[in-house]
């Protein structure tokens, strides 16, 4: 845990998703949250087709998904998704001929129910 699920739109070509993980997982781990880095899953999807609004002008997102185990308060949740909020600010050179969005969504998982398990070699 946690479980962080980045999209962005493929109309950004400056965004380079690998640096971005890590730069998100580091904002994680500095966050005081989790107490193993190995812990922290995260993955990117690239959207091919999408559409943001109603106009056809370039527009385009990045939308991060931080599922954490439920239990912790909307104080942790808010500081968690400014900081993750941060990085996404600073992650590129964003193009000046498409409108950007970006956002950061904390979603609680069932503490009860969510299983785990490690296969080491």
Same mark, same amino acid.
């Not at 994680?28 to 993955?43: N, P």
């Not at 979603?107 to 785990?116: E, F, Q, V, W």
């Given at each position: ?9 493929? /109309?950004?070509? @400056? %965004? /380079? ?7 998100? /997982? /580091? ?5 005081? !949250?989790? $107490?193993?880095?190995?812990?922290? &899953?995260?993955?990117? =999807? !690239? ?8 106009? +056809? ?8 998904? +931080? ?12 500081? %968690? ?5 941060? =990085? ?10 498409? @409108?950007?969005? +970006?956002? =950061?969504?904390? %979603?609680?998982?069932?503490?009860? $129910?969510?299983? &785990? ?5």
């Amino acid at each position: 845990m946690p479980h962080l699920h980045m999209e962005y739109t493929a /109309n950004l070509p @400056d %965004l /380079n998703a690998d640096v971005a993980l890590l730069r998100l /997982n /580091n904002a994680l781990v500095a966050s005081g !949250q989790f $107490s193993a880095e190995f812990d922290i &899953k995260s993955r990117a =999807v !690239q959207v091919g087709a999408f559409r943001v609004g109603t106009v +056809l002008g370039e527009r385009g997102f990045v939308h991060v998904k +931080l599922a954490l185990l439920s239990g912790r308060s909307p104080a942790i949740k808010k500081q %968690l998704s400014e900081s993750l909020l941060a =990085v996404l600010q600073d992650l590129c050179e964003w193009p000046t001929s498409v @409108d950007v969005q +970006l956002c =950061v969504e904390i %979603l609680d998982i069932d503490r009860d $129910s969510y299983t &785990k398990t490690a296969i080491s070699h």
